[in-house]
């Protein structure tokens, strides 16, 4: 498993860990808390790029936006939008799974 350098956040917001959030199988994890809209769509798909097809992307996300623009994306680019759910410990953070299009 591989895993995303960790941002900085100036907020006192807890960073996600993949480990204990995860809904499922992940092969690679992407920490895109406090990005806005376009930002966790195109870091999404300069990291799903370097993966091979078939691994499994998760993202930890605050903008509410990316619950419409994730599987908006993944429905442009045929890659398969798994899942989405929101952390049981707060309100601002969704998680999102998304497979490499073969």
Do not use: W
Request: aromatic share 4%; glycine share 4%; proline share 9%.
């Amino acid at each position: 498993m591989t895993h995303s350098k960790p941002q900085n956040h100036d907020k006192d917001e807890t960073v996600p860990s993949q480990e204990t959030k995860t809904s499922g199988p992940v092969d690679q994890f992407l920490n895109a808390t406090g990005l806005n809209c376009p930002l966790p769509v195109l870091r999404a798909r300069k990291t799903l790029q370097t993966m091979e097809p078939g691994h499994i992307l998760q993202i930890a996300a605050t903008d509410p936006v990316a619950a419409l623009d994730l599987p908006h994306f993944c429905n442009e680019t045929g890659h398969i939008f798994l899942d989405a759910r929101k952390d049981e410990n707060t309100d601002t953070i969704t998680y999102f799974r998304i497979k490499r299009a073969p």
